[in-house]
């Protein structure tokens, strides 16, 4: 590195080797994030709503990536890195204590920065199923003739399979996060799972840490580096499974570190749920590395089936039992080997024909238009992390390559990175990386094996202090910026739908536009209970003659652009 920046940093005394190269790779990634994210997204053409994942990048991530390099520089002169070390001494001797402060604030971000509200209609799905679940319900129950308005049809067997015939309605995802999420929808509080699912987490990482290195002290720096994170902590406050695939990955590494029987067995019934969260790429791609290595030890057979003891009881009870209950709300779909006859085994054969046929949908060869997208959510990934988190966890992967755990946990990010190019999705909503947030835990744990790694009296030995205070800097100020973000969008979405009038019946309708996402505001309680019924709006007069002929007596009480508000009549 020459030039300007190079003088201004030979000039700091602080500096170190190792420091050096941090910052040079920091500021590099951002200048590359600024330059990337204006060519993706067409500037200077206004980024278009429609194709989310783009927008999100040019509002969000050009603000987060000039943030980073100026916590990079300022972390140069930070003058109180004692003080900061003290703090990851702190938090590895107290993981309990952080983890129980970490649940309270990312439940109060749940409910004021997030509004307790699921944004995309994958977040409604598994929160509508819950409240099915809640109910001791396999499925929701709407009116068959209003099934086209209370769940858009271009969502209706994509999001939320649904029967005409029978009104019928349930999450079109794998039940296993719904089912996570019931216990808390029951008590009306389900903006408090992912907080607690995250703090567990948060746990896990730090013993992750601690065990592989063999030194309480990176329990505390892989603790704080998910913390300082706002991909971490923005994914905990949404309705989203990708918390509880994080989770449950990080528990199946747990058990595999002492591979017994036992523990074989649990990482296989861990795994197996970890298949059935929403789908089960997550964790095949995550859990592959580990099921190679078990099939090259000596004890191979012996591994394998004691995994396969694990696995197999819930995948053949939960999945097959689940595919039974959907298969009968696409009785009447074209897409089937067999007619709907009531015979359970064409009922799972065309359940799973159907996933054939999604699976067919979205995969494909890597191309140019997949390529950047998945540049992009690199992009994402390190612009939603403490600055240089995935350059430290590299520096772990290969300075702890001897040891097979952390080869494998690095090689389970690779595999999930990778598996994503043959996905020709972009991830669309979510805060950070949503489709490698799964394995995202492997990162904070690999960087902490890096730092426990610098030695007194050696060429990095200033390092720790300056990650630690990069780390709190994120902590506070990338926080609080993504904060901002997010609740700034979720407010802007909310606020395209009608005002309603609390506490009073009624039913309001969406004038669904491509361009506003406004679609997905369409959400209503499974059993319609409650004041508020949302339906999508079919023009005035059609929405009208609904009314008219369903709810006598309703009262038109307001009309805009974004569609009408009628009172009904007290019950």
Same mark, same amino acid.
């Given at each position: 590195?020459?030039?300007?920046?190079?003088?201004?940093?030979?000039?700091?005394?602080?500096?170190?080797?190792?420091?050096?190269?941090?910052?040079?790779?920091?500021?590099?990634?951002?200048?590359?994030?600024?330059?990337?994210?204006?060519?993706?997204?067409?500037?200077?053409?206004?980024?278009?709503?429609?194709?989310?994942?783009?927008?999100?990048?040019?509002?969000?991530?050009?603000?987060?990536?000039?943030?980073?390099?100026?916590?990079?520089?300022?972390?140069?002169?930070?003058?109180?890195?004692?003080?900061?070390?003290?703090?990851?001494?702190?938090?590895?001797?107290?993981?309990?204590?952080?983890?129980?402060?970490?649940?309270?604030?990312?439940?109060?971000?749940?409910?004021?920065?997030?509004?307790?509200?699921?944004?995309?209609?994958?977040?409604?799905?598994?929160?509508?199923?819950?409240?099915?679940?809640?109910?001791?319900?396999?499925?929701?129950?709407?009116?068959?003739?209003?099934?086209?308005?209370?769940?858009?049809?271009?969502?209706?067997?994509?999001?939320?399979?649904?029967?005409?015939?029978?009104?019928?309605?349930?999450?079109?995802?794998?039940?296993?996060?719904?089912?996570?999420?019931?216990?808390?929808?029951?008590?009306?509080?389900?903006?408090?799972?992912?907080?607690?699912?995250?703090?567990?987490?948060?746990?896990?990482?730090?013993?992750?840490?601690?065990?592989?290195?063999?030194?309480?002290?990176?329990?505390?720096?892989?603790?704080?580096?998910?913390?300082?994170?706002?991909?971490?902590?923005?994914?905990?406050?949404?309705?989203?499974?990708?918390?509880?695939?994080?989770?449950?990955?990080?528990?199946?590494?747990?058990?595999?570190?002492?591979?017994?029987?036992?523990?074989?067995?649990?990482?296989?019934?861990?795994?197996?749920?970890?298949?059935?969260?929403?789908?089960?790429?997550?964790?095949? $791609?995550? +859990? /592959?590395? &580990?099921?190679? #290595?078990? %099939?090259?030890?000596?004890? @191979?057979?012996?591994? *394998?089936?004691? !995994?396969?003891?694990?696995?197999?009881?819930?995948?053949?009870?939960?999945?097959?039992?689940?595919?039974?209950?959907?298969?009968?709300?696409?009785?009447?779909?074209?897409?089937?080997?067999?007619?709907?006859?009531?015979?359970?085994?064409?009922?799972?054969?065309?359940?799973?024909?159907?996933?054939?046929?999604?699976?067919?949908?979205?995969?494909?060869?890597?191309?140019?238009?997949?390529?950047?997208?998945?540049?992009?959510?690199?992009?994402?990934?390190?612009?939603?992390?403490?600055?240089?988190?995935?350059? $430290?966890? +590299? /520096?772990? &992967?290969?300075? #702890?390559? %001897?040891?097979?755990?952390? @080869?494998?946990?690095? *090689?389970?990010? !690779?595999?999930?990175?990778?598996?994503?190019?043959?996905?020709?999705?972009?991830?669309?909503?979510?805060?950070?990386?949503?489709?490698?947030?799964?394995?995202?835990?492997?990162?904070?744990?690999?960087?902490?094996?890096?730092?426990?790694?610098?030695?007194?009296?050696?060429?990095?030995?200033?390092?720790?202090?300056?990650?630690?205070?990069?780390?709190?800097?994120?902590?506070?100020?990338?926080?609080?910026?993504?904060?901002?973000?997010?609740?700034?969008?979720?407010?802007?979405?909310?606020?395209?739908?009608?005002?309603?009038?609390?506490?009073?019946?009624?039913?309001?309708?969406?004038?669904?536009?491509?361009?506003?996402?406004?679609?997905? !505001?369409?959400?209503?309680?499974?059993?319609?209970?409650?004041?508020?019924?949302?339906?999508?709006?079919?023009?005035?007069?059609?929405?009208?003659?609904?009314?008219?002929?369903?709810?006598?007596?309703?009262?038109?009480?307001?009309?805009?652009?974004?569609?009408?508000?009628?009172?009904?009549?007290?019950?």
């Amino acid at each position: 590195m020459s030039g300007p920046a190079a003088r201004l940093l030979r000039a700091l005394p602080a500096t170190d080797y190792c420091i050096r190269r941090l910052v040079a790779v920091s500021l590099g990634v951002a200048v590359f994030s600024i330059f990337f994210i204006l060519h993706h997204t067409g500037y200077p053409y206004a980024p278009y709503l429609p194709f989310i994942a783009e927008y999100f990048l040019r509002t969000q991530d050009v603000a987060g990536a000039a943030l980073l390099a100026a916590l990079v520089v300022a972390a140069l002169l930070a003058p109180t890195r004692p003080a900061a070390l003290a703090v990851v001494e702190a938090i590895s001797r107290h993981p309990w204590r952080v983890a129980a402060v970490t649940f309270i604030v990312l439940c109060l971000g749940a409910i004021f920065i997030e509004r307790s509200h699921p944004l995309p209609q994958d977040e409604y799905a598994a929160l509508f199923q819950s409240r099915v679940f809640a109910e001791g319900r396999l499925t929701g129950q709407f009116p068959p003739e209003l099934l086209g308005r209370l769940v858009p049809p271009h969502y209706l067997n994509q999001f939320l399979y649904g029967s005409y015939k029978t009104g019928e309605v349930a999450s079109s995802y794998w039940p296993g996060f719904a089912l996570l999420l019931a216990p808390f929808s029951f008590v009306r509080a389900p903006w408090a799972c992912n907080p607690l699912l995250a703090a567990l987490s948060l746990v896990l990482i730090g013993r992750l840490a601690a065990r592989l290195s063999g030194s309480s002290r990176a329990g505390g720096w892989a603790m704080l580096l998910a913390l300082a994170s706002p991909a971490f902590t923005g994914m905990a406050i949404t309705y989203f499974s990708m918390t509880a695939h994080l989770l449950f990955n990080l528990a199946f590494v747990w058990m595999l570190l002492q591979p017994t029987p036992l523990r074989l067995a649990g990482a296989g019934l861990v795994g197996s749920y970890a298949l059935m969260l929403h789908n089960p790429l997550p964790h095949v $791609l995550f +859990a /592959a590395p &580990w099921i190679v #290595w078990l %099939a090259l030890q000596p004890s @191979r057979y012996r591994n *394998l089936l004691a !995994l396969a003891a694990g696995y197999l009881p819930l995948i053949v009870a939960l999945g097959f039992g689940w595919a039974l209950v959907l298969s009968s709300l696409l009785g009447e779909t074209p897409y089937g080997l067999f007619r709907y006859d009531g015979n359970p085994l064409h009922a799972v054969a065309n359940f799973f024909w159907n996933w054939h046929i999604k699976l067919r949908s979205v995969v494909e060869a890597p191309g140019g238009t997949i390529v950047a997208s998945r540049v992009a959510e690199l992009v994402r990934l390190w612009n939603w992390a403490v600055p240089g988190l995935p350059l $430290l966890a +590299a /520096a772990g &992967w290969w300075l #702890w390559r %001897a040891d097979v755990h952390a @080869r494998l946990l690095g *090689l389970s990010f !690779l595999t999930t990175m990778l598996g994503y190019l043959l996905i020709a999705y972009t991830q669309g909503h979510g805060w950070g990386a949503r489709y490698l947030h799964p394995a995202w835990g492997a990162l904070p744990v690999l960087a902490a094996l890096a730092l426990v790694r610098i030695q007194p009296g050696t060429r990095c030995e200033r390092s720790a202090g300056f990650v630690a205070s990069l780390a709190l800097l994120s902590l506070v100020l990338a926080s609080a910026l993504r904060a901002s973000q997010i609740q700034s969008y979720v407010d802007s979405h909310l606020a395209k739908r009608p005002p309603t009038i609390p506490g009073a019946r009624q039913v309001v309708f969406v004038r669904a536009t491509p361009r506003d996402y406004n679609a997905d !505001l369409v959400q209503n309680d499974p059993f319609l209970r409650g004041n508020v019924m949302t339906l999508l709006s079919y023009g005035a007069a059609a929405d009208e003659r609904l009314v008219r002929s369903r709810f006598p007596g309703a009262q038109l009480v307001h009309s805009d652009e974004r569609g009408q508000v009628w009172l009904l009549a007290p019950v």
